[in-house]
Each structure stands twice: as structure tokens, then as C-alpha cells.
């Protein structure tokens, strides 16, 4: 698996409002400004909703979780209460713990599937 981090933004069929951004490599420092980008941009384009689709991570640092916070503010409007703008996916188990011991879980909400986060958006 590769050391280098990437997204690759993809909008699911009959949900134009939702931003599915599939993460490989090491999220970590160079990781960070990438992934906050790819947000901003996909906000920009009109996503109300954007999914991390973390199957091809393979390394979290706090780089990697202060941009998923990132992330989380950019999809949570200030002073609002609407939650789940922003959720994740398929995390591998070492990357899952990182997150749940951090209690970034409690925010962000992690499903096991893409297809089951991406239908949760319309609930």
C-alpha cells in the first residue's frame, strides 16, 4: 500500500448532494491540507453531504484527525445543530481505534459500508 496520500471524489447516482471522497495512503501532515481542501471544494460544488471512505488508509496521525475536525466544521454550519453532514466508512480496524480512542467517533459517525453511510444521508 502506498505512503502517499490521495482522494479521489466520486458523487453516487441519484444523490447529487452527497460528496463521497475515497482516502488512500497515510493520512498524516501533507495528508491534512489535501483532504481539508478536497472538503472545501466539494462544499463549493454544492455537496451538502461528503462521506471519508477510509478503506485505503492505512496510517492516522493527529494531522489526520485535526483534519477530519477540519472537515467537520466546514460541513457543520456555525451555531447550527444539524449533525452528519460529515460521516465515515470502512475504516481499517487500526484506524478505527485511533478514532474511537480520540472520541472522534462521537461526532462523526462511522458506518461498515459506502452504500449504508450513503443511504443514512437521507434519513
Given amino acids: 500500500?502506498?505512503?502517499?496520500?490521495?482522494?479521489?471524489?466520486?458523487?453516487?447516482?441519484?444523490?447529487?448532494t452527497v460528496?463521497?471522497?475515497?482516502?488512500?495512503?497515510?493520512?498524516?501532515?501533507?495528508?491534512?491540507?489535501?483532504?481539508?481542501?478536497?472538503?472545501?471544494?466539494?462544499?463549493?460544488?454544492?455537496a451538502a453531504n461528503v462521506l471519508l471512505d477510509l478503506k485505503d488508509v492505512?496510517?492516522?496521525?493527529?494531522?489526520?484527525?485535526?483534519?477530519?475536525?477540519?472537515?467537520?466544521?466546514?460541513?457543520?454550519?456555525?451555531?447550527?445543530?444539524v449533525l452528519g453532514r460529515l460521516k465515515l466508512c470502512n475504516a481499517a480496524p487500526t484506524v478505527y481505534e485511533v478514532l474511537s480512542v480520540t472520541g472522534m467517533l462521537v461526532s462523526v459517525p462511522m458506518y461498515e459500508s459506502a452504500d449504508i453511510a450513503i443511504d443514512s444521508f437521507d434519513q
Fill in 1 to 16: 500500500m502506498s505512503l502517499e496520500f490521495k482522494v479521489v471524489k466520486e458523487v453516487p447516482q441519484g444523490k447529487p
Fill in 19 to 46: 460528496a463521497v471522497l475515497k482516502l488512500g495512503g497515510w493520512l498524516d501532515a501533507q495528508g491534512e491540507t489535501l483532504l481539508v481542501e478536497a472538503v472545501r471544494e466539494a462544499r463549493a460544488e454544492g
Fill in 58 to 81: 492505512s496510517l492516522i496521525t493527529s494531522a489526520g484527525i485535526r483534519a477530519i475536525q477540519k472537515s467537520f466544521g466546514i460541513m457543520t454550519p456555525r451555531g447550527g445543530t
